[in-house]
């Protein structure tokens, strides 16, 4: 179900003159939704992977909210770490820390992390690799400020020095903006993110979508919120976690009231997801999903498919990649943030259609690839009384038929 579809979403979108609910509704239905079932195994298999990459031991640390200067440490040979910020609660680093637990207990006897990133741990363990962890980065910015607080005791500057360690990333989601910026500060190879948040200004809409989406943000935004209208950093993000709405979504969508003007009906609470709308974070929901990706790719024969024809979700990923790729997006990254895939997801999908020919190495269609793609828009949904030619067989590409 598309999240305009829902009593909520009807209800925000009754905030706008009828002429603006088209554009508010396109970009209701563009936010990807994260449950925590799906950041769970998106990120823990993230970190499974880069244990058996990065340098061994690895300390798993949990990225959380550090004031300017403050440092991560206490002064002392075995420092404990600092409490949380004067009236503060735990946030999304409580979620982060107990998966961390998880994965370290689900390794095993080799045990590759370290058992808990203390100072007194790290050193014991002779700890190779200090592994920063966060569900999300918007600009970067967080995890920026909370290296430089981690980082300031003299024994881990000491450590630095003499190239006994090295500092990685690793996010569950971010956009590309906070991507870039974090592999400026920590080096290219050193920052590993499960999929990129999608935002305004990665969607494949035409420009004029774009200018009308981002004036209904302008317009309608309150003014007594100090944040850019398109979320802060001004980054227009497009994607909400069950336990959050990031604040670098679009003002209009998690703002509780609208200055001079009463009657705002809210659809995320501030930071907080209303509880008729946390059912829709669920990992299965992947008609959601696709009905989102289908409509960013501007595909709307896609929309017809019978997609339980595909017999696999291989199938259905490939078929996704091809209609991106259609789209000559430049990367990889950003085929991830049409389709609403993760990055593994993509890599093997985009490995596949290349070892069946459907891509070629510069990441176009083949002849092949676009005759696959079209014979798919042809298995469409029954009843459905379209000029098209539908077909009973259940599709799977011809490349993976056996031979006749």
Same mark, same amino acid.
């Given at each position: 179900m598309l999240?305009? $579809?829902?009593?909520?979403?009807?209800?925000? !979108?009754?905030?706008?003159?009828?002429?603006?609910?088209?554009?508010?509704?396109?970009?209701?239905?563009?936010?990807?939704?994260?449950?925590? $079932?799906?950041?769970?195994?998106? !990120?823990s298999g993230l970190i499974e992977s880069l244990a058996d990459s990065l340098p061994n031991p690895i300390a798993l640390v949990p990225v959380r909210e550090l004031a300017p200067g403050q440092r991560y440490f206490q002064h002392g040979r075995d420092a404990p770490a600092r409490l949380l910020l004067p009236q503060s609660f735990p946030g999304s680093e409580a979620i982060v820390a107990a998966m961390l637990n998880g994965v370290r207990r689900a390794a095993g006897v080799k045990q590759p992390f370290v058992e808990a990133p203390s100072l007194k741990n790290m050193r014991g363990a002779r700890c190779r690799?200090?592994?920063?962890?966060?569900?999300?980065?918007?600009?970067?910015?967080?995890?920026?400020?909370?290296?430089?607080?981690? *980082?300031?005791?003299?024994?881990?500057?000491?450590?630095?020095?003499?190239?006994?360690?090295?500092?990685?990333v690793a996010c569950y989601a971010a956009t590309p903006?906070?991507?870039?910026?974090?592999?400026?500060?920590?080096?290219?190879?050193?920052?590993?993110?499960?999929? +990129?948040?999608?935002?305004?200004g990665t969607r494949k809409w035409d420009e004029d979508q774009i200018q009308r989406i981002k004036r209904l943000c302008t317009t309608y935004a309150s003014t007594a919120i100090q944040t850019s209208p398109l979320g802060y950093g001004d980054t227009g993000g497009l994607l909400a976690f069950s336990h959050s709405a990031p604040n670098n979504l679009p003002v209009i969508l998690w703002q509780m009231f609208r200055a001079g003007h009463p009657g705002w009906a809210p659809f995320f609470l501030d930071k907080g997801?209303?509880?008729d709308v946390r059912a829709l974070f669920s990992l299965t929901d992947r008609d959601r999903q696709r009905a989102s990706a289908v409509r960013q790719l501007q595909q709307p024969r896609l929309s017809l498919i019978d997609w339980s024809q595909l017999r696999s979700q291989d199938?259905?990923? +490939?078929? !996704?990649?091809?209609?991106?790729?259609?789209?000559?997006?430049? $990367?990889?990254?950003?085929?991830?943030?049409?389709?609403?895939?993760?990055?593994?997801?993509?890599?093997r999908a985009a490995d596949l259609c290349t070892t069946f020919k459907l891509i070629d190495r510069s990441f176009h269609l083949t002849d092949r690839g676009r005759a696959e793609l079209q014979?798919?828009? *042809?298995?469409?949904?029954?009843?459905?009384?379209?000029?098209?030619?539908?077909?009973?067989?259940?599709?799977?590409p011809r490349q993976l038929r056996a031979g006749r």
């Open positions: 999240l305009s $579809d829902t009593p909520r979403g009807l209800n925000w !979108l009754g905030n706008f003159d009828v002429a603006e609910r088209e554009s508010a509704a396109l970009l209701l239905d563009s936010i990807e939704l994260v449950g925590q $079932d799906a950041l769970q195994i998106g !990120l690799t200090i592994l920063l962890v966060d569900d999300f980065s918007g600009s970067g910015g967080r995890i920026k400020t909370f290296y430089r607080g981690f *980082k300031a005791h003299p024994t881990l500057r000491s450590w630095l020095s003499y190239q006994r360690i090295e500092y990685h903006l906070a991507f870039r910026n974090l592999q400026r500060t920590f080096g290219e190879e050193h920052v590993h993110v499960h999929t +990129m948040c999608p935002t305004i997801i209303p509880d199938t259905q990923d +490939m078929m !996704l990649v091809l209609a991106a790729i259609a789209r000559r997006p430049r $990367d990889r990254h950003l085929v991830a943030q049409l389709t609403g895939l993760s990055l593994p997801a993509v890599r014979h798919a828009k *042809k298995i469409t949904l029954p009843g459905d009384d379209f000029l098209l030619n539908g077909s009973d067989e259940p599709y799977y």
